[in-house]
């Protein structure tokens, strides 16, 4: 047993006092000073005693836990640091180790358990510290720290941080994690002030401390980013802060690139930075002059530590492998291991690298994260960029067996794993995708892996939907049980007020789907009893046999192609339906144009505008060849604007045109960093606004240059705010708005003003709408193919229509659903052609397993 005090202590923690009088600690209450916060240290060092022993710190961002962090590494106390808020972690790690002594913050004092008066452990003399592998899991597997280790680090960080006394850095992340750890040793060491606090920053109190404390730096995850998005960051007036740093995940380059530059336009740096636990915080830098020009770069090695790159048997790119004096003396599995000495020299990282022309190092993948499935190496971290690329969040899993995708977001997922499978090569048999609310992450803002694995298990041994009257009474509260662990669920609780968070969430969601069939978007909302309830009517009831519901927006669709091309023929009149259709375009351009990145989603837009103009440019242009009624103009759908003002042939393709405008507009507003910055924030604020400003146009304020139709943008828009609205209250003032500016729009045409108010009242207010299940397939069919039917009818109906009305509309239609597929397939080749080349970056020969 270690007796003797022949260890290395950790210096910034055992000269504390050597601050003086300088702040260390800025709370919302009060402030302690370096010389305040050496005595409580070394009040607690004491009672620690002088023979080194095993401790266990459940730690939080306060003070009673810093102290208890401190005096550990002061007094030579080799120190497992867990998270306050996972005590089956801190059962799990005491079980395995056994320490002498656990301490735990509560209520502004720190609970003191010592389990025996010495210690029944091997020590190694430079043994420190002992983090989790695994985020907070309670694995066994823990990282052995030095005291050189956590020395040599903070070091380097202050060095390319340029951390001064003058400094002040807010907790943002957990001291449990080695990333807000290494935040706190680095200002430590400096003697620099830290603004201690526990706040989340979408808390306005976080930011009101922030300024009051006058704090010069943060930290965050990616997922901070995020978040910083929501509560207007951007516009926030900061005049103390220096720099921000970001580690803990790939930051998206777009996302580096927006904010170097606003912190280029606001005065603060933005620091990228990379690193592992076993590297004890970081290994890379970018600097920050770096950042809009290599914004997908980790930078250059932190002081005192080296790259190489080893090359991967099978692999384009070699395996980054660092060295420095913060690399781990190596892991702990038991308790044994802690008297071991060094195992470790150099850290394999498992990323995959690449060296920069200009100097600084890339990460492409991650070796660890490749599976094999039916004899294909599949990348996981491509799969995800893969569908960042279209606009989709995701975190992928996978093992031999199969690959699982949780995509965060309403989408459609059967879309999606077609596109995907074609992407890398898989057969759809071995891809599963699970559409989730958000991503499930660990307490450091990470995606965790494990959770999106089970979402595979869970669809597989969840039971089958049950048939009419075979299933138990109390399903809905079983799940319910299950996921919360506990048995007095009443009828009246729901998912929100029992506690749930986003990982329960995906894993009660998925059960409920199972057992319910459809999942109502504000399921976890939803009492208990009301989820009972819909179950019992969805085993009933014998409209589900003869209806299927159909998504509205989808039913429009197919009902306005039929009504136009009727009008038009002459079988009926019923017009109005044109309009309903500009203002689904704005419901389905909200709802599939405007999620993902800002980068993404601009390209996924411009390959949107592609899918409209071409076939329209293609079908036009033979029009043109085939009758005297149209020009070039029409052709380059510029007729709208360089047309005649009387009504000719010329304008059958206003509606086309107009669209085409409305969204190349959109895409070119939104492609604007702030303005794209002011839509995430306000989602619903955006459109309405916009619709203010489309009103000028539609009251003739403004003359747009449009001579004809009547202007249309605010239809667009309005169903952009629809799609928006999730509330009564919201669906209330868009359903308002509807109803005071309809009326008069088509100056006295009452039946078209009625049928544009009754589409947008139906968009606003119902998601879905029964269809007879003999016409579901037609309905559908008829809405994909609608803009080539409006296309093509021009040119079908007039040689049927005086022998037979209804033929000339059923042959437009027919022409319109065969222009589709024809454009569907051509799609189809030129998809496949630019997923070839992915497909053969995966499909490189691999090594023959023996």
């Given at each position: 047993?270690?007796?003797?005090?022949?260890?290395?202590?950790?210096?910034?923690?055992a000269?504390?006092a050597?601050?003086?009088?300088?702040p260390?600690?800025?709370?919302d209450?009060?402030?302690?000073t370096?010389?305040?916060?050496?005595?409580?240290v070394?009040?607690?060092?004491?009672r620690l005693?002088?023979?080194?022993?095993l401790?266990?710190l459940?730690?939080?961002?306060?003070?009673?836990?810093?102290?208890?962090?401190?005096?550990?590494?002061?007094g030579?106390?080799p120190?497992?640091?867990?998270p306050?808020d996972?005590?089956?972690?801190?059962?799990?790690?005491?079980?395995?180790?056994?320490?002498?002594v656990?301490?735990?913050?509560?209520n502004g004092?720190?609970?003191?358990?010592?389990?025996r008066a010495?210690?029944?452990?091997?020590?190694?003399p430079?043994?420190?510290?002992?983090?989790?592998?695994?985020?907070s899991?309670?694995?066994p597997k823990?990282v052995?720290?030095?005291?050189?280790?956590?020395?040599?680090?903070?070091e380097?960080?202050a060095?390319?941080?340029?951390?001064?006394?003058?400094?002040?850095a807010?907790?943002?992340?957990?001291?449990?994690?080695?990333?807000?750890?290494?935040?706190?040793?680095s200002?430590?060491?400096?003697g620099?002030?830290l603004?201690?606090t526990?706040?989340?920053v979408?808390d306005?109190?976080?930011w009101?401390?922030?300024?009051?404390?006058?704090?010069t730096?943060?930290a965050?995850?990616?997922?901070?980013?995020?978040?910083?998005?929501?509560?207007?960051?951007?516009?926030?007036?900061?005049?103390?802060?220096?720099?921000v740093?970001q580690?803990?995940?790939?930051?998206?380059p777009?996302?580096?690139?927006?904010?170097?530059?606003?912190?280029?336009?606001?005065?603060?740096?933005?620091f990228?930075?990379?690193?592992?636990?076993?590297?004890?915080?970081?290994?890379?830098?970018l600097?920050p002059?770096?950042?809009?020009?290599h914004?997908?770069a980790?930078?250059?090695?932190v002081?005192g530590?080296?790259?190489?790159?080893?090359?991967?048997?099978?692999?384009?790119?070699?395996e980054l492998?660092?060295?420095g004096?913060?690399v781990?003396?190596?892991?702990?599995?038991?308790?044994?291991?802690?008297?071991a000495?060094?195992?470790?020299?150099?850290?394999?990282?498992?990323?995959?690298?690449?060296?920069h022309?200009?100097g600084v190092?890339?990460?492409v993948g991650r070796?660890?994260r490749?599976?094999k499935?039916?004899g294909?190496?599949?990348?996981?971290?491509?799969v995800?960029r893969?569908?960042?690329?279209?606009g989709?969040?995701?975190a992928?899993?996978?093992?031999?067996?199969?690959?699982?995708?949780a995509?965060?977001?309403?989408?459609?997922?059967q879309?999606?794993s077609?596109?995907?499978?074609?992407?890398i090569?898989?057969p759809?048999?071995?891809?599963?995708?699970?559409?989730?609310?958000h991503?499930?992450r660990?307490?450091?803002?990470?995606?965790?892996y494990?959770?999106?694995l089970a979402?595979?298990?869970?669809?597989?041994?969840?039971?089958?939907?049950?048939?009419?009257?075979?299933a138990a009474?109390?399903d809905?509260r079983r799940?319910?049980?299950?996921t919360?662990e506990r048995?007095?669920?009443?009828?009246?609780?729901?998912?929100v007020?029992?506690g749930g968070?986003?990982?329960?969430?995906?894993?009660t969601?998925?059960r409920?789907?199972?057992?319910l069939?459809?999942?109502?978007a504000?399921?976890h909302?939803?009492?208990?009893g009301?989820l009972?309830d819909?179950?019992?009517?969805?085993?009933?009831?014998k409209m589900r046999?003869?209806?299927?519901?159909?998504?509205?927006?989808?039913v429009?669709?197919a009902v306005?192609?039929?009504?136009?091309?009727?009008?038009?023929v002459?079988l009926?009149?019923?017009p109005?339906?044109?309009?309903?259709?500009?203002a689904?375009?704005?419901y389905?351009?909200?709802?599939f144009?405007?999620?993902?990145?800002?980068?993404p989603r601009?390209?996924?837009q411009?390959?949107?505008?592609?899918?409209?103009?071409?076939?329209s440019m293609?079908?036009?242009?033979?029009?043109y060849?085939?009758?005297?009624?149209?020009?070039i103009a029409?052709?380059l759908?510029?007729?709208?604007?360089?047309?005649?003002?009387?009504?000719t042939?010329?304008w059958?393709f206003?509606?086309?045109e107009?669209?085409?405008?409305?969204?190349?507009?959109?895409?070119?507003?939104?492609?604007i960093?702030?303005?794209?910055?002011?839509?995430?924030?306000?989602?619903?604020?955006?459109?309405?606004?916009?619709t203010?400003?489309?009103?000028l146009?539609?009251?003739?304020?403004?003359?747009?240059g449009?001579?004809?139709?009547?202007p249309?943008?605010?239809?667009f828009?309005?169903?952009?705010?629809?799609?928006?609205?999730r509330?009564?209250?919201?669906?209330?003032v868009?359903?308002?708005l509807?109803v005071?500016?309809v009326?008069?729009?088509?100056?006295?045409d009452?039946?078209r003003?009625l049928?544009l108010l009754a589409?947008?009242?139906?968009?606003?207010?119902?998601?879905?709408?029964?269809?007879p299940?003999?016409?579901?397939?037609?309905?559908?069919l008829?809405?994909?193919?609608?803009?080539?039917?409006?296309?093509?009818?021009?040119?079908?109906?007039?040689?049927?229509?005086a022998?037979?009305?209804?033929l000339?509309?059923?042959?437009?239609?027919?022409a319109?659903?065969?222009?589709w597929?024809?454009?569907t397939?051509?799609s189809g080749l030129?998809?496949?052609?630019?997923?070839?080349?992915?497909?053969?970056?995966f499909?490189?020969?691999?090594?023959?397993?023996?």
């Amino acid at each position: 047993m270690t007796t003797q005090l022949d260890f290395a202590r950790v210096p910034f923690a055992a000269d504390l006092a050597g601050h003086g009088d300088r702040p260390a600690i800025l709370t919302d209450n009060f402030t302690l000073t370096y010389r305040e916060l050496a005595d409580r240290v070394d009040a607690l060092a004491l009672r620690l005693g002088r023979q080194r022993r095993l401790v266990a710190l459940a730690a939080a961002n306060d003070v009673d836990s810093l102290v208890a962090y401190l005096a550990a590494l002061a007094g030579g106390h080799p120190l497992i640091l867990l998270p306050e808020d996972k005590p089956a972690a801190l059962e799990s790690l005491v079980a395995a180790y056994d320490p002498d002594v656990v301490l735990r913050s509560a209520n502004g004092e720190t609970l003191f358990e010592e389990r025996r008066a010495g210690t029944r452990h091997e020590l190694h003399p430079d043994l420190a510290l002992l983090l989790s592998t695994s985020g907070s899991t309670g694995s066994p597997k823990l990282v052995r720290l030095s005291a050189a280790n956590l020395q040599a680090n903070a070091e380097s960080i202050a060095e390319y941080l340029g951390i001064g006394p003058a400094d002040r850095a807010a907790t943002t992340l957990p001291m449990s994690y080695c990333y807000g750890l290494s935040v706190i040793n680095s200002h430590l060491l400096r003697g620099a002030g830290l603004v201690l606090t526990g706040l989340s920053v979408v808390d306005p109190c976080f930011w009101e401390l922030f300024r009051t404390r006058e704090a010069t730096a943060f930290a965050a995850v990616p997922y901070t980013f995020e978040l910083l998005e929501r509560v207007g960051f951007a516009e926030m007036d900061l005049p103390a802060l220096r720099y921000v740093t970001q580690a803990g995940g790939r930051l998206a380059p777009e996302r580096v690139r927006d904010y170097a530059d606003l912190g280029h336009r606001k005065g603060w740096d933005l620091f990228v930075m990379y690193g592992q636990t076993e590297a004890t915080a970081r290994m890379a830098y970018l600097p920050p002059a770096l950042a809009a020009e290599h914004p997908g770069a980790i930078g250059v090695p932190v002081p005192g530590g080296a790259f190489r790159i080893d090359p991967v048997p099978g692999l384009e790119h070699g395996e980054l492998v660092y060295t420095g004096p913060n690399v781990m003396l190596g892991y702990a599995e038991t308790p044994a291991d802690l008297g071991a000495g060094r195992a470790v020299h150099e850290l394999r990282t498992g990323d995959l690298a690449r060296l920069h022309p200009a100097g600084v190092y890339e990460v492409v993948g991650r070796r660890s994260r490749f599976v094999k499935i039916v004899g294909l190496r599949v990348d996981l971290g491509q799969v995800e960029r893969i569908l960042a690329d279209l606009g989709v969040q995701a975190a992928s899993a996978g093992t031999d067996q199969g690959l699982v995708v949780a995509v965060e977001g309403s989408h459609d997922t059967q879309l999606l794993s077609k596109v995907l499978a074609q992407g890398i090569g898989l057969p759809r048999a071995a891809l599963e995708l699970h559409a989730v609310e958000h991503l499930p992450r660990l307490a450091t803002g990470k995606v965790d892996y494990p959770a999106v694995l089970a979402l595979g298990a869970q669809a597989a041994s969840a039971p089958a939907p049950a048939s009419a009257g075979a299933a138990a009474p109390d399903d809905v509260r079983r799940i319910f049980r299950d996921t919360f662990e506990r048995e007095d669920i009443a009828d009246s609780d729901t998912f929100v007020s029992l506690g749930g968070d986003s990982l329960s969430y995906v894993a009660t969601s998925v059960r409920l789907e199972q057992l319910l069939g459809h999942l109502p978007a504000d399921w976890h909302l939803t009492p208990v009893g009301d989820l009972e309830d819909r179950r019992n009517r969805k085993t009933g009831g014998k409209m589900r046999r003869f209806f299927a519901p159909l998504e509205t927006s989808i039913v429009l669709r197919a009902v306005a192609i039929v009504l136009i091309v009727s009008t038009h023929v002459g079988l009926m009149k019923w017009p109005g339906m044109a309009h309903v259709l500009m203002a689904v375009a704005g419901y389905n351009f909200a709802r599939f144009q405007l999620s993902g990145e800002r980068l993404p989603r601009f390209r996924r837009q411009l390959t949107s505008l592609a899918r409209v103009a071409l076939p329209s440019m293609a079908f036009i242009g033979v029009a043109y060849l085939l009758t005297d009624k149209y020009t070039i103009a029409n052709i380059l759908l510029l007729n709208s604007i360089v047309g005649p003002e009387e009504v000719t042939t010329q304008w059958h393709f206003w509606f086309i045109e107009v669209l085409l405008y409305i969204l190349l507009g959109m895409t070119a507003l939104l492609a604007i960093p702030w303005v794209d910055r002011a839509e995430r924030r306000f989602p619903l604020l955006f459109p309405l606004a916009l619709t203010g400003l489309a009103l000028l146009s539609r009251y003739d304020i403004v003359d747009p240059g449009i001579p004809h139709p009547s202007p249309t943008l605010w239809l667009f828009v309005l169903g952009w705010a629809m799609a928006r609205a999730r509330s009564m209250v919201q669906r209330c003032v868009v359903s308002l708005l509807a109803v005071l500016t309809v009326p008069g729009c088509f100056f006295g045409d009452t039946h078209r003003e009625l049928t544009l108010l009754a589409g947008i009242l139906l968009l606003t207010w119902l998601p879905t709408i029964p269809v007879p299940r003999g016409l579901q397939r037609l309905a559908v069919l008829l809405a994909s193919a609608s803009l080539y039917a409006y296309l093509v009818h021009w040119l079908v109906y007039p040689p049927l229509a005086a022998t037979s009305p209804a033929l000339a509309v059923a042959a437009s239609l027919a022409a319109g659903i065969a222009y589709w597929a024809l454009c569907t397939h051509v799609s189809g080749l030129v998809g496949r052609s630019r997923w070839g080349a992915l497909r053969s970056r995966f499909r490189k020969p691999a090594p023959t397993d023996a």
